[in-house]
Structure formats: C-alpha cells, structure tokens
C-alpha cells in the first residue's frame, strides 16, 4: 500500500514536471525565448529563473486582468486564461528552473 502510494505519488511528480516543459513550450516559448530568455515584443522582462511565486502571481493578474506592467498586458490575459491552476503552478515551476 505505502509502496503504491510512493510510486503514484512519484508519477505525478513527473506528469507535472513534463506538463510544465511542454505548457512552456507550445504556449510561452514564441514570445518568452526558448530559455526565458527573450524580452518578449520587446516589452516583458526576462522570466528564466523567476521564482515559482512570483510567476504564479503575475499570470493570475494577467488571468483577471489586474496586470499591466508594460501596457501589453491584453497579449498575456488571452494566454493566462486558458491555463488551470494546476498549469499554471506547473509553467511556474518550469519556468523557476530556467537559466
Ligand atoms: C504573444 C506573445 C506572448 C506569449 C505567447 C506569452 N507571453 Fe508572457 N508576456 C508577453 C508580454 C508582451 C508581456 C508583458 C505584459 C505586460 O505589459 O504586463 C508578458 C509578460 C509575462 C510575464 C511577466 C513579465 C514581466 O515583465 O512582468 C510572465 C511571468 C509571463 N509573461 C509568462 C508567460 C507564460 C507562462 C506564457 C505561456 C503560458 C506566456 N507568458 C506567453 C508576451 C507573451
């Protein structure tokens, strides 16, 4: 029983870490920079690295609208929306391990 609940619990983990890399992938990379590296349209600062709060944070005042920080919020509020809780939690991780 513990055995079973260790392995599901280990898989999860990894859906999670894979659900982030590919999350950033398909829906963040264009403008983000492959690394999160990139100031996307020029704009947005650089997100590799950025603590996993402060990421969860920023797509949730893009998700409501609140977030403004460059005047091109209305590009990311259409891009956070979509996005779970639980996706959201899991890019911010991924985008946490970016250098
Ligand atoms: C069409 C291009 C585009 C795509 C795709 C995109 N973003 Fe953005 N992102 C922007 C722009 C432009 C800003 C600056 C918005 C503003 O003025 O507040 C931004 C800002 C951000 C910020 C805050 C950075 C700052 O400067 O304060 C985070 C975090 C972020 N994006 C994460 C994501 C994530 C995660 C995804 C994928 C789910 C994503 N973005 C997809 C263009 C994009």
Not at 20 to 38: D, F, L, M, W
Not at 63 to 68: A, E, F, I, L, T
């Amino acid at each position: 029983m513990k055995k079973t609940v260790l392995l599901l619990l280990a898989v999860s983990i990894s859906l999670l870490a894979e659900d982030g890399a590919s999350i950033y992938t398909q829906k963040c990379q264009s403008c983000h920079g492959k690394n999160g590296e990139a100031a996307a349209l020029n704009k947005a600062l650089p997100i590799a690295g950025w603590d996993k709060a402060k990421t969860i944070e920023a797509m949730n005042g893009y998700k409501n609208g609140s977030r403004n920080t460059t005047g091109l919020g209305k590009i990311m509020t259409p891009k956070a929306q979509p996005l779970t809780d639980e996706q959201i939690g899991a890019v911010a991780e991924y985008i946490s391990t970016l250098k």
